[in-house]
C-alpha cells in the first residue's frame, strides 16, 4: 500500500548542498504527511521537515533557512533541498508517510525509506 525509495545523499564540504529524493507509492484515498527525518550518529532519530497535503510545511528549528522540502504536484516524489550543510548535518536521513489525523498534521509515520547517508566534512 505504501512504499518508499530514496534516492541521493552522499559526502559534501562544509558550506555545500545536496538533494535528497523519495519516490513514494502511495495508494489510498487519505490525506497523508511526506517528511524528512534524520538519526545523527550516536544519537535519536529527529524530524526534519515535512509536507502535508495542501503544501503546509514545518520545519525543524536546526534548518534554519538551509533546507526546503517540496514535492511533486502528483505527490509521487518529495525532495529535502539542503544548502550550507554544516558537520552536524550529519547521519542517514530517512523520508517518512503518515496518515493525517483531519486537518492537524501527522502524529506519527508508519512508512519510512531505506535511509541515506549525508556526511558533510571540513
Known amino acids: 500500500q505504501v512504499q518508499l525509495v530514496q534516492s541521493g545523499g552522499g559526502s559534501v564540504q562544509v558550506g555545500g548542498s545536496l538533494r535528497l529524493s523519495c519516490k513514494a507509492s502511495?495508494?489510498?484515498?487519505?490525506?497523508?504527511?511526506l517528511a524528512w527525518f534524520r538519526q545523527p550518529p550516536g544519537k535519536e532519530r529527529e524530524g526534519v521537515a515535512s509536507?502535508?497535503?495542501?503544501?503546509?510545511?514545518v520545519y525543524a528549528d536546526f534548518v534554519e533557512g538551509r533546507f526546503t522540502i517540496s514535492q511533486d504536484n502528483a505527490r509521487n516524489n518529495v525532495y529535502l533541498q539542503m544548502n550550507s550543510l554544516q558537520p552536524e548535518d550529519n547521519g542517514v536521513y530517512y523520508c517518512?508517510?503518515?496518515?493525517?489525523?483531519?486537518?492537524?498534521?501527522?502524529?506519527?509515520?508508519?512508512?519510512w525509506g531505506q535511509g541515506a547517508q549525508v556526511t558533510v566534512s571540513s
Open positions: 502511495i495508494y489510498s484515498d487519505r490525506n497523508f504527511c
Open positions: 509536507i502535508e497535503s495542501d503544501g503546509r510545511t
Open positions: 517518512a508517510a503518515g496518515w493525517m489525523v483531519g486537518n492537524l498534521g501527522c502524529n506519527e509515520y508508519d512508512y
